[in-house]
């Protein structure tokens, strides 16, 4: 392949990095822009391997960029599915109290989806029974705005309306090296060399990994975390309507096992989080020394694990044995058995965790002169990619004066 100038070049070809190379296209129809991927097809990681849900903004700290873009996203993902013609569906999601404390979780829970803007109705133990039969709690919020959607078609649409503005995609292109000139970054590829006035990285589970190599100085490592997820039966395809989430605890870092109706009719149940060993170690035993090794060396990864020993413990305990994960659905559909879980592909969460053991709860960019890096995107970056792609032309404006 020849050298060729490109004014800008995306790294990384899940939903965000097609979002942000496709409305870019749109800003600067006379630039010249190239989206690479190292898989053999778009939306192989994250976007591919998620529970397809729309969120409303339910859980994010009023102020946060996740709290803003994720509003607006929801909206603007349901306006692009509607307008290309993408499957949607807007069933809305109950998140259930079980308990006391889970009631007095629920009100705080209450009050930040109304900082938010977010539309929430509390309903008591009888009214969450007459909303959902099968559902069992003392209460719950209503969130009418979440949907469910196929990522993987959005990404693919996003994809085909890029190249068709005149855009370039090349898949099959693993990035090896990269250089930041005076005038341009010069990237190595398995394909051949690839000059660049710009470079975008939406790199997913390799942001840290990208970043470092055009020696940005960053304070963090992308930690893999596995959600298992099963499947309902479909004789149990009707036993909900609507997204069931439990009341998160706040002390910790994920929102909990839930049910979720999914595009194809069908229902999921999960994921947990359990730490990986291998940065796309989608199948039930992996490991990679690389990736491994790179989390053994980094600092914050063993804060991380103190702190967090004890929900880590009970996650594996849930992944070994089916029963355990069992326990945590029929906390709130107690109708459920074992045979009623079937396998389901699991997902990989790329969170970036800092140097002192915290993990990075909101969107995190960084840039050098030449270079803009999405650091952190997990869920619901999905659902906020098409406001992230704007986020980011936005400071590319700034940055490039065009």
């Known amino acids: 392949m020849p050298n060729t100038l490109y004014d800008y070049t995306i790294i990384g070809g899940g939903i965000v990095g097609v979002s942000v190379a496709w409305q870019l296209k749109q800003r600067l129809p006379h630039a010249s822009i190239l989206l690479i991927d190292k898989e053999s097809q778009l939306a192989q990681h994250q976007t591919g391997h998620n529970s397809g849900v729309i969120h409303a903004g339910v859980y ?22 509607r307008q290309y013609g993408i499957a949607v569906k807007q069933p809305g999601k109950l998140l259930v109290a079980c308990n006391a404390l889970e009631l007095q979780r629920m009100q705080a829970l209450q009050q ?9 109705t509390a309903l008591n133990q009888q009214q969450l029974k007459q909303q959902e039969p099968n559902i069992t709690g003392l209460g719950a919020l209503l969130v009418e705005d979440s949907g469910i959607v196929d990522y993987s078609q959005i990404t693919k649409t996003m994809a085909r309306l890029f190249q068709q503005q005149g855009g370039h995609v090349q898949l099959n292109t693993q990035l090896q090296a990269a250089v930041e000139n005076r005038d341009n970054i010069s990237l190595t590829t398995n394909r051949g060399a690839i000059t660049s006035r710009y470079v975008i990285a939406c790199a997913g589970l390799a942001a840290d990994r990208v970043a470092r190599l055009l020696n940005l100085a960053i304070d963090f490592s992308i930690v893999p975390f596995r959600g298992e997820y099963y499947q309902l039966s479909p004789e149990n395809h ?9 009341i998160p605890d706040p002390a910790l870092p ?25 940065r796309e170690g989608y199948g039930r035993i992996n490991f990679k ?7 053994l060396r980094f600092p914050g990864f063993w804060k991380l694990c103190r702190s967090q020993y004890q929900s880590g413990i009970s996650e594996y305990k849930n992944s070994l044995y089916k029963r355990g994960y069992l326990k945590q659905i029929q906390k709130y559909c ?3 058995t074992l045979q009623d879980l079937e396998p389901y592909p699991s997902g990989i969460r790329a969170q970036a965790v ?5 993990l990075v709860q909101d969107f995190l960019f960084a840039e050098s002169a030449r270079s803009l890096h999405v650091c952190n995107a997990p869920s619901p970056a999905a659902t ?9 032309c936005q400071r590319l404006q700034e940055k490039t004066s065009v």
């Not at 009707?238 to 439990?246: A, G, H, K, M």
């Not at 096992?257 to 291998?278: D, E, R």
Request: with cysteine.
């Open 60 to 81: 994010y700290a009023p102020g946060s960029l996740k709290a803003e873009l994720c509003k607006k996203g929801a909206a603007a993902t349901l306006a692009f599915c």
């Open 384 to 392: 906020s990619a098409i406001p992230i792609g704007d986020y980011i």
């Open 334 to 336: 107690p109708q459920l």
């Open 238 to 246: 009707d036993l909900i309507q609507r997204l069931i989430y439990p």
């Open 289 to 295: 020394l690389k990736d491994a090794i790179d989390m």
């Open 254 to 278: 994920f929102l909990g096992v839930h049910l979720t109706p999914m595009i194809n009719g069908g229902i999921s149940v999960g994921p947990n989080a359990v730490l990986g060993w291998k």
């Open 354 to 358: 800092l140097a002192d053991g915290s």
């Open 112 to 120: 930040r989806c109304q900082k938010n803007g977010i539309g929430v």
